[in-house]
């Protein structure tokens, strides 16, 4: 059998932001054996109010945090390096390695997320399954899960597991609130 943890958490809105129509966020996390990350993001409340990119190529672009994306960061206990995940509706995406807080930025290679959609009048999910890099895959890691919601009207909220003060930053050490144990060999 299958060696596999599954943690889900409920994503907080930043005191700053506007949450039009959403009435909640949680994520799952299910972390597998063979190096695999699946998040699965439900967003509640009336999808209808929401910009939802429309449905693309899967394609790595830039800039999705500037609409509605599904983001995963991921660092660990040693180091100040830190791996950064955006997952758009669309189905495009983005994988960042940052050698500390916000410098030293570069494309990480890794192979394209599979990324589903579903939506209805009350709820949007969005799954993403990555394959972690071979030096992440064995260890204890701390995860940070945010959210960028944006509105047909214009406003734009900002969730995550745990908010630094002052404005949203998920790259603050603060947002890396999640702990994932490292994976056993059996």
């Known amino acids: 059998m299958a060696n596999i943890s599954i943690t889900e958490v409920p994503l907080i809105c930043h005191a700053q932001s506007l949450a039009s129509g959403v009435e909640g966020i949680s994520v799952t ?4 054996t063979s190096g695999e990350v699946t998040l699965t993001y439900r967003v509640s409340g009336e999808t209808g ?5 429309a449905r693309s190529t899967s394609l790595r672009i830039d800039g999705l945090w500037k609409n509605t994306c ?8 040693e180091d100040k390096n830190y791996l950064e995940y955006n997952f758009s509706p669309s189905r495009q995406w983005a994988a960042y390695q940052f050698a500390a807080y916000r410098s030293d930025m570069v494309e990480l290679e890794t192979k394209a997320p599979n990324i589903g959609v579903a939506q209805a009048a009350d709820a949007l999910t969005l799954t993403a399954t990555i394959a972690l890099p071979d030096a992440w895959r064995e260890r204890s890691l701390r995860v940070g899960i ?15 597991v745990a908010h630094p003060p002052g404005k949203p930053d998920f790259h603050h050490k603060d947002c890396f609130a999640v702990q994932l144990e490292a994976r056993s060999a059996t």
Do not use: C, H, M, Q
């Not at 996390?29 to 597998?32: D, H, M």
């Not at 919601?149 to 900002?158: P, R, V």
């Open 29 to 32: 996390i299910t972390r597998g």
């Open 49 to 53: 109010a929401l910009e939802i990119p």
């Open 70 to 77: 599904f983001e995963f960061f991921i660092g660990n206990f």
């Open 146 to 160: 945010s959210t960028v919601i944006a509105t047909k009207s214009g406003d734009i909220s900002y969730w995550a």
